[in-house]
Structures are given as structure tokens and as C-alpha cells.
């Protein structure tokens, strides 16, 4: 069991009644690791104007991956462009013309610290949105409550994930976070990547009826795009400008009453 002084020097910066940020020189400020802003955005949390906050660090190898400098636990450079602290202060500057505030990746979840860093969001008056594969369900379940939205990759069938994440039973935690979803009361948007070779029609129809019997009625289905993407072979494999066609969308529409191509 760990002392009161340990536990006291975990906790995370708060906002003061005057608005001002207190910073210490703990474990949220030490270990938050913070890829790159998106200082503005209509498209990454629904209904909402948004930063992005780029969460470094991801334990899965998905071959189209559009942000491959995030995935290593520490960024290349080796470099901290932002700490925690300024952070903050960047964001408190953004309140009342920014609605929410969401954290991307990367994993946001594979931080340990960060249900700390959400509740210092809200704590600024921000409501917060998550973007996340779903690896960690019991991180992902203790976030719940202080989240307003969260974003599900939900990558392949079950039986499939391992070719597209490159991780034995990968999809077995992925498919546990689409469970906790269903009964959390939190709004939540299941998306798939589609791609010729990863994500064939077949695979996808499988996928189509794995979310249906689990109650999922809206679909997003987000076409590859190969701008970030380091794996040559996935994007010769995939003709530029793709997109899903009529007939796979009629066939995965059978089973999914809503489905939206982004």
C-alpha cells in the first residue's frame, strides 16, 4: 500500500479559483508525453470546436497508420516540445472559444497518467473526447466518467485484427471497449479504416455482422488515405482515391442501418 506522501506526489496540476496553474514536479508533469496540437478543429469531436491534443506512444504496428512518429513510447528527437505545464497554459488562453478538447494518438490510453491530464482539462471548463483503439479497457473504463465522447477504431473482425494491428488477440480488448461503450452512458463513434488488402469486402461484412449483433446501428467508414503513411507495400496496394463502393455499401448496410463514408 503506498504512504499519503506518495500518493500527494502524484497528483496533477489543478486550476486555482484565480485561474492560475500551480505546477509541480510530479509524475503527470514528468511523464505525459505530448506529440503535437491541433490548435483548431470542426471534424475531430462531433458538434463540438476542438484542439487535438497528440498522445505519444502506441503498442500496435497497424501497417496504415497515418501518424507513425507517434507511435514510439518517446518521440525520435528525443525532444520535449510540450510539457504538461505549457499545455495547460495554452489551453486555459482557449477558454470560451474552444468547446472541447480532444486526446488523440498514438494510444491515449496507453498513458497511465491519463485520467490525471482529462481531469485537468475538465477542470478548465472543457468538455473532453477521446480517440482511442479501445487496448486497454479497464484504463478506458476508468475514463468513462469524465469523458463526453469517445471515438472507437474498431480495426477488423475479431478473428481478423491480428493483420492489420500485427498483435495476437488484439481484438479481443478491442471488442471488450466496444462492450463498455454500449452501456456506458457516453456518446461514441465506431469507425474502420478501409483498406483493399487489410480491410478486404469480405472482412468487412464479417466486421458488419459482429457490430450488428452487438447493437451498433451508425458505422463510419474512413477510406485509406496514404498521407503519413510509411509502409510502401500498403500504400501500393491501395489505388489512389478509394473509395467504398455502392455495392459493398448496400452489403455491409443490410446489417448496419447507418453507415457514413469520411
Keep these: ?20 496553474i500551480a505546477v509541480r514536479d510530479d509524475v503527470l508533469q514528468r511523464e505525459l508525453r505530448i506529440g503535437g496540437i491541433v ?12 484542439a487535438v491534443l497528440f498522445v505519444q506512444g502506441c503498442p500496435w504496428r497497424c501497417g496504415y497508420c497515418h501518424n507513425p512518429h507517434l507511435i514510439p513510447a518517446v518521440a525520435d528527437t528525443g525532444l520535449r516540445e510540450h510539457t504538461w505545464a505549457g499545455v495547460l497554459r495554452w489551453l486555459e488562453s482557449r477558454r470560451g472559444l474552444l468547446d472541447g478538447v480532444v ?3 498514438g494510444e491515449p490510453t ?16 472543457f468538455q473532453v473526447g477521446l480517440h482511442t483503439a479501445g487496448m486497454y479497457p479497464r484504463r478506458l473504463a476508468a475514463l468513462l466518467p469524465d469523458l463526453d465522447w469517445v471515438g472507437l477504431d474498431v480495426k477488423a473482425p475479431r478473428a481478423g ?3 492489420v494491428t500485427g498483435v495476437a488477440a488484439s481484438g479481443m480488448a478491442a471488442f471488450e471497449s466496444l462492450d463498455l461503450l454500449r452501456r ?29 449483433a452487438r447493437g451498433v446501428a451508425r458505422w463510419t467508414l474512413q477510406p485509406f ?22 455495392p459493398l455499401l448496400a452489403a455491409l448496410g443490410a446489417h448496419i442501418p447507418e453507415i457514413v463514408v469520411r
Design 1 to 20: 500500500m503506498e504512504s499519503a506522501a506518495s500518493s500527494a506526489s502524484r497528483a496533477s496540476p489543478r486550476i486555482s479559483s484565480a485561474g492560475a
Design 184 to 212: 456506458a452512458s457516453v456518446e461514441y463513434e465506431v469507425r474502420t479504416t478501409v483498406h483493399p488488402v487489410l480491410t478486404p469486402p469480405a472482412a468487412l461484412q464479417m466486421l458488419a455482422r459482429e457490430l450488428a
Design 39 to 50: 490548435p483548431f478543429t470542426t471534424t475531430d469531436f462531433p458538434g463540438r470546436l476542438a
Design 110 to 125: 496507453a498513458q497511465r497518467t491519463i485520467g490525471e491530464a482529462v481531469r485537468d482539462v475538465r477542470a478548465l471548463g
Design 225 to 246: 488515405r496514404p498521407i503519413g503513411c510509411e509502409d510502401e507495400t500498403v500504400v501500393a496496394a491501395a489505388p489512389r482515391g478509394m473509395a467504398v463502393d455502392a
Design 161 to 163: 485484427y491480428e493483420i
Design 103 to 105: 486526446f488523440s494518438g
